[in-house]
């Protein structure tokens, strides 16, 4: 058996095109470029089709570990997941986690420590997003995640973070000339689309729910079918999904762990402090400075309740003609978030479609063991 150590950096950035932290933990050998898995971003764009930070800051990371390991862009983003999430409202703060794992000879204690694992779906075309293609593939992708990180059981997986594709008017056009319809012609709404159909993907692959339902028709129709762990962000930069599972394994050395709990909405701090309670912290704790030695990151889903209401008050999230949605979700849930981690580098994406109930989200905790 591989035994492998998972270790996490959060790296300040001062623009989608900033690299300069990571080039900094390069230089000072805190990082081997070889060991690098996975670099989830956050950007300071709208999070919306036209968001470009996304891509640059991809490009811009992929183009220097070509450089660091002697290969095309294109053999970088193969063999590293490279997910950038736009949007860092309120006091959400622009950074990237560095996700880097190494093989060791040896570990201390039968602990489940940190794992991750990745994988990549094939290209979709255009009319194959929101549907079944992309569900049953990103449930394969899954699956393979799992076996990469060594995870054995779906109850030690604690966050599955995915990028997908959306659809461009370009693309839908594609479509259209083979003969071939699209779920929608509306680029802003293929995003949740395709984010919908992945976590139910995450979900069919973990056994959250059957594939037969989720492939019925489910894919934004059914919010009571859902995943607890999956946080999945659309983006026009690429064609496939990417996937990071992450999780404890009893082949994982070092120190690091990770937990998970479920927000039921966007001011559901009781589910924020299951979260931290998860990673070992206790009701005093969780208050106290530990927190900011302890907490490595922690990643987070966010949406606007759909039906209007957030304990029966009614919300205008969904009504405001200046800001979108996702973006009124993210600053709610990063404040909250926030608070508690004691940081507001944490990453919270926003759509939520089948990620955790409707109006709330899953959420994780990457910490030091205690």
Do not use: W
Request: proline share 3%; net charge negative; glycine share 12%.
């Amino acid at each position: 058996m591989t035994i492998h150590q998972v270790d996490l950096f959060r790296i300040p950035m001062r623009g989608p095109g900033d690299i300069s932290g990571l080039q900094e933990l390069v230089r000072s050998g805190q990082i081997d470029p070889r060991d690098i898995v996975a670099i989830l971003g956050k950007t300071e764009g709208n999070g919306g089709v036209n968001d470009f930070t996304r891509e640059y800051a991809s490009r811009t990371f992929a183009a220097a570990l070509a450089e660091y390991l002697g290969c095309s862009r294109e053999d970088v983003e193969a063999r590293v997941a490279l997910v950038m999430s736009g949007g860092t409202e309120g006091v959400l703060s622009p950074h990237a986690s560095v996700f880097t794992r190494r093989a060791v000879a040896r570990k201390q204690g039968r602990e489940k420590r940190l794992a991750i694992g990745i994988a990549h779906t094939r290209d979709f075309l255009p009319e194959e997003l929101g549907g079944h293609a992309q569900i049953v593939e990103t449930a394969h992708a899954v699956r393979i995640a799992m076996l990469d990180a060594g995870i054995d059981s779906v109850a030690d997986v604690h966050f599955v973070q995915i990028k997908c594709p959306l659809l461009t008017s370009e693309r839908v056009e594609e479509a259209k000339q083979r003969g071939q319809t699209t779920i929608t012609g509306d680029s802003y709404g293929s995003m949740a689309y395709s984010r919908g159909a992945s976590a139910l993907g995450v979900a069919v692959a973990l056994g959250e729910i059957d594939e037969a339902v989720a492939l019925a028709g489910a894919v934004l129709s059914d919010g009571s079918l859902y995943s607890s762990v999956a946080s999945t962000s659309a983006g026009v930069e690429l064609f496939c999904n990417a996937v990071v599972v992450m999780g404890n394994s009893a082949s994982a050395a070092g120190d690091n762990i990770i937990g998970h709990a479920v927000m039921r909405d966007a001011i559901d701090l009781r589910g924020v402090l299951e979260a931290f309670y998860s990673v070992g912290f206790d009701t005093h704790s969780v208050l106290s400075e530990e927190v900011g030695r302890r907490v490595i990151n922690v990643f987070a889903k966010a949406e606007p309740s759909p039906e209007g209401l957030v304990r029966g008050f009614r919300h205008t999230m969904l009504d405001d003609s200046d800001i979108t949605c996702t973006r009124h979700a993210r600053a709610a849930v990063g404040g909250l978030i926030a608070s508690v981690a004691g940081c507001g580098a944490i990453y919270v994406s926003g759509g939520a479609e089948h990620q955790g109930p409707p109006g709330g989200g899953p959420i994780a905790v990457i910490a030091r063991s205690a």
